[in-house]
C-alpha cells in the first residue's frame, strides 16, 4: 500500500479562500439589498450562516472519518505484516 500525502498548492489554497470570500459578501449583499423586512432578511442571515457552519462541519466530519479508516487499514495491514513475517521464521 503507498501512502501518499498530498499537499494543496499555495495557488489553489488561495483561490479556495478567495472564492469563499466573493460568495460570502455577494450573499450578505443580496441579503442587505433584497426587497424584505428586517425580520426576513435577519431570517436568511441566521440561515445562510447555519448553512456556511454545516457546510464546514460536514466536511471535517468526512475528512475525519476518512483519516479514520486509513488509520485502521494502516494497523490492519501491520498486524498482516507482522504476522507473515512471524510464519516464516
Known amino acids: 500500500m503507498i501512502d501518499q500525502a498530498t499537499n494543496n498548492s ?3 489554497n488561495q483561490f479556495n479562500l478567495v472564492s469563499f470570500v466573493i460568495a460570502a459578501v455577494m450573499m450578505a449583499g443580496g441579503i442587505f439589498f433584497m426587497d424584505a423586512g428586517f425580520a426576513a432578511k435577519g431570517f436568511y ?17 468526512l475528512r475525519d472519518n476518512q483519516e479514520a479508516k486509513r488509520m485502521v487499514n494502516k494497523i490492519e495491514d501491520a498486524k498482516t505484516e507482522k504476522l507473515l513475517m512471524d510464519i516464516n521464521k
Open 45 to 61: 442571515s441566521m440561515s445562510a450562516l447555519m448553512l456556511v457552519h454545516t457546510s464546514i462541519s460536514a466536511t471535517k466530519t
Open 10 to 12: 499555495h495557488a489553489w
